[in-house]
Every structure is written in structure tokens, then in C-alpha cells.
């Protein structure tokens, strides 16, 4: 057996898009219904797991893990926010439970 994190009360949802959405990387709600991708500081409310020009899967729940810059996460209660190409820490974030964190890869895996 070993660690698990995937599956866990996955869920996403498809929304319309503005802008260019890549899968991997944070999203903010552009307007209603509609996601576009997250500038660096923006509170996200998710992360997509495919687009195209006109709609995106979006994960709002589950194990999520991305890139970050910065100081590394702590294990823990973190408070994140996104950053061009994944997350950092920030004070103005929501707080996530953070799993793990690979500083050689620089990812952090966290529960949204």
C-alpha cells in the first residue's frame, strides 16, 4: 500500500471562459459563470482540468497538486494564493490543507 491522495471528494464543474484557460493552472470567476485564468495574488477558486476556447472543466474540490514560487508551504493549514504558474503563500489566500511538499519538484499538494 501506499500514500493516496486523488479521489477524495473530486468534483468539478464546466464553466464558460474568458481569456485563455490552461489546464493545470488556478482560476478566478470573471464574471457569471465564467472563469478566467488567475493573475499572481488573486484568490482562485479552482483549477482547471481541461479547456478549449469556449468552456473549461474546472476542479473545485479534491487533492490538487501544483507549482509554487516562493518560500515553500507548510504542512499544515496554509493560507494560498495563485501565482502565474500555480500558488504561493500569501496573507490576503484562502486557507488549504496542505499534505505535501516536494521542494525539489517545487509542488505542493493540498486539499481544496
Known amino acids: 500500500m501506499s500514500v493516496a491522495f486523488q479521489g477524495f471528494q473530486e468534483n468539478a ?3 464558460k471562459v474568458s481569456g485563455e484557460v490552461t489546464a493545470g493552472k488556478p482560476v478566478k470567476l470573471a464574471s457569471a459563470a465564467t472563469v478566467a485564468p ?3 495574488g488573486d484568490v482562485f477558486i479552482g483549477f482547471a482540468l481541461e479547456s478549449d476556447s469556449a468552456y473549461a472543466a474546472v476542479r473545485l474540490r479534491g ?6 514560487t ?7 493549514f ?5 501565482d502565474t ?4 503563500t500569501g496573507t490576503a489566500g484562502r486557507e488549504y490543507l496542505v499534505l505535501d ?3 525539489t ?7 481544496m
Open 13 to 15: 464543474v464546466t464553466f
Open 38 to 40: 488567475c493573475s499572481a
Open 63 to 68: 487533492a490538487v497538486t501544483a507549482k509554487y
Open 70 to 76: 516562493g518560500t515553500a508551504p507548510t504542512v499544515g
Open 78 to 82: 496554509t493560507k494560498l494564493v495563485a
Open 85 to 88: 504558474n500555480g500558488v504561493k
Open 101 to 103: 511538499v516536494n521542494t
Open 105 to 111: 519538484d517545487a509542488t505542493v499538494t493540498f486539499l
